[in-house]
């Protein structure tokens, strides 16, 4: 049974404040959550607990306090650590809670996670989410959710403060393999936006220009639109780390092989990644993968 202590307005614990939860977290609070904050580091959350977040000790305090827990942490150790520790969200919710990771994760982790909660009547859902920093600050992310349809049903109006396309997509571990699929997609696309820059400027084109006319077309994307301004400009801040973008290509050819799937195109980005990251560039935004290209 899903039930839940404040149906209109449940409070919020919300794990894990970086680029993009930070974003998720504020938008909840401007909605009118209550809303309780765990970070490793304290200091990233500050400004959340300036603007009313409430801050909690650690992942036992924030979880006893909480109707809906969301989580959006680094790796999938992270994950199983918050949800399956000692210390962690299954051991000390409520009966009736139900927790949403938005972590990028692995599908088997996710569908472990159901089935130990499901054991306690805790309600989970996998929902990653596609956007970056822009989406998330914006509310328009996409989400892929994976799990029972009551909870997601539950959770509907807190997704809808973070994101616009919101889809159930099957059982637990559903919303992470959809999210496999859009970073294979993106895997690829990255490689094709840096070749269409170099391209243009070893042409004599003017890249802006050139962007102009083909975001419009067939070839267009959100990574053309989004990243490839970025890469001409040299800005290499993070709107998603290179780190985490090789940890979920990494899930998602392991996941591939699982299910007896060639990937080419996705093991070749991952390969340039990992080169990138040895470069010292594991902390830049994903559209430094350029650099690459340019030398």
């Known amino acids: 049974m899903i039930i839940l202590k404040n149906a209109v307005k449940p409070t919020i614990g919300f794990i894990g404040t970086g680029v993009m939860g930070k974003s998720m977290a504020s938008n909840l609070l401007l909605a009118g959550y209550k809303v309780n904050i765990y970070t490793r580091t304290k200091s990233k959350a500050n ?20 109707d809906v827990i969301i989580t959006i942490v680094g790796y999938p150790n992270d994950v199983e650590e918050v949800y399956l520790g000692d ?38 859902l996998d929902a990653p989410v596609s ?96 990243l490839a301004p970025r890469m001409i400009s040299g800005d290499y801040d993070p709107g998603f780390y290179v780190k985490h973008f090789i940890k979920d290509m990494t899930i998602a050819l392991d996941s591939a092989k699982e299910i007896g799937l060639s990937t080419p195109g996705l093991e070749l980005s991952l390969s340039l990644y990992k080169q990138l990251a040895e470069s010292g560039e594991e902390d830049s935004g994903t559209q430094a993968l350029i650099k690459l290209f340019s030398n």
């Open 131 to 226: 956007g970056g920093d822009i989406g998330a600050k914006n509310g328009k992310l996409a989400i892929m959710v994976g799990g029972n349809q009551k909870a997601f049903d539950v959770i509907l109006p807190i997704f809808k403060v973070m994101g616009e396309n919101i889809v159930l997509q099957g059982d637990a571990g559903a919303g992470q393999h959809t999210k496999m699929c859009n970073q294979i997609t993106i895997a690829s696309t990255m490689i094709g936006v840096c070749e269409a820059i170099m391209y243009a400027q070893k042409a004599g084109l003017n890249p802006e220009r050139v962007l102009d006319t083909i975001t419009t077309g067939a070839a267009g994307s959100w990574s053309l639109t989004n």
């Open 87 to 124: 210390n962690g969200i299954i051991k000390n919710a409520k009966s009736g809670t139900i927790a949403i990771d938005m972590t990028t994760s692995s599908p088997k982790l996710a569908e472990k996670i159901s089935r130990i909660a499901k054991e306690q009547n805790i309600n989970t």
């Open 47 to 66: 400004l959340l607990l300036e603007h009313g977040a409430v801050w909690k000790d650690s992942v036992a305090d924030l979880t006893v306090g909480s």
